[in-house]
């Protein structure tokens, strides 16, 4: 096997890894349910602060956080990103432990279509035919939900809207994701340890709890970091368009979690959205794929001409 291929099938084990993980996260957070959400989101952002600090010294990327700070743009977009994360952090462990899982996948089945949408609107990217039909029909699903459920589906919007927005902030910024996030979690941690100190709940004093709620809780960091990590990992050795591909992965075991682990009602016309969701999602894969075909063929064609 060459060494690209082998680069290759790591990459593809991380990206699976990294998906999976983040796909459940909800079991995670279920069994810190005797907290609120927005403590859980405290300890998630100091222990991840811990974390990252750990990780950023042993693999030597304090120059690169070191010329994030520097920057004054880069330090602005970052703290705004940090916001946009940890409001998207909030609600979603909000949703889990409020049973709306079913919410939560289908925001992030929504989110590669809002990023497609977010690049025709600010970044200027044309929208391909498929693609433009894909962004339609989960319009219309979300309209079918609205219509007969009797009311927008505003956890699922807004999980969707701001990752996509905070993707689209980060995308302004040339710093690596472990020293980008180190630094948002950082700027969030005034306010976590304000929360902690004038805020927290009965257990927020660690040494009042059992070993099992401390473990838990001090984890945090692991499962912030570990499946970006792997993400990380993922986007070195495979190409950005072929790690899409795993991206539903999440929201499909979010899914499956919640209807048959946890129960959630599958109403006929949350059904419905979801199938239009899924649809629109089988043609913007169906189009990137055939995107990503056309370019690589264009490529070969180039470096064939250019070798006669």
């Not at 998630?44 to 956080?65: D, E, M, N, T, Y």
């Not at 950005?240 to 129960?263: D, K």
Request: proline share 3%.
């Amino acid at each position: 096997m060459s060494k690209q291929a082998s680069a290759a099938q790591v990459g593809v084990i991380c990206a699976i890894a990294a998906y999976s993980m983040w796909g459940v996260a909800p079991v995670y957070f279920k069994q810190l349910m005797v907290l609120p959400a927005a403590e859980i989101l405290m300890h998630r952002v100091i222990w991840s602060v811990v974390l990252l600090v750990g990780l950023i010294a042993a693999l030597k990327q304090w120059p690169k956080v070191g010329a994030a700070f520097r920057n004054r743009r880069v330090m602005q977009i970052l703290f705004v990103a940090g916001l946009l994360l940890g409001a998207n952090w909030l609600l979603f462990i909000w949703a889990i432990n409020n049973d709306h899982i079913l919410d939560a996948s289908l925001g992030y089945y929504i989110n590669p279509l809002i990023n497609v949408f977010l690049g025709r609107l600010f970044l200027g990217e044309r929208l391909r035919n498929l693609q433009r039909v894909a962004v339609g029909l989960a319009v219309i699903g979300v309209a079918i939900l609205i219509f007969s459920y009797g009311h927008v589906p505003w956890i699922a919007l807004v999980l969707a809207g701001s990752f996509s927005v905070y993707g689209l902030l980060r995308k302004q910024v040339a710093v690596d994701s472990l020293p980008g996030l180190f630094i948002e979690t950082l700027m969030l941690s005034p306010l976590a340890i304000v929360y902690w100190v004038f805020f927290g709940s009965e257990y927020s004093n660690l040494f009042n709890n059992d070993a099992t709620l401390n473990t838990l809780i001090l984890a945090a960091g692991i499962v912030t970091t570990a499946p970006l990590l792997c993400f990380t990992a993922a986007a070195r050795r495979i190409m950005y368009s072929t790690l899409g591909f795993f991206q539903y992965i999440g929201p499909t075991l979010m899914f499956i979690l919640a209807v048959y682990l946890y129960g959630e009602p599958l109403e006929e016309s949350r059904l419905v959205t979801f199938g239009f969701v899924w649809l629109a999602l089988i043609l913007f894969s169906a189009d990137s794929l055939v995107n990503y075909r056309s370019q690589r063929k264009a490529q070969k064609q180039i470096i064939k001409e250019s070798m006669e």
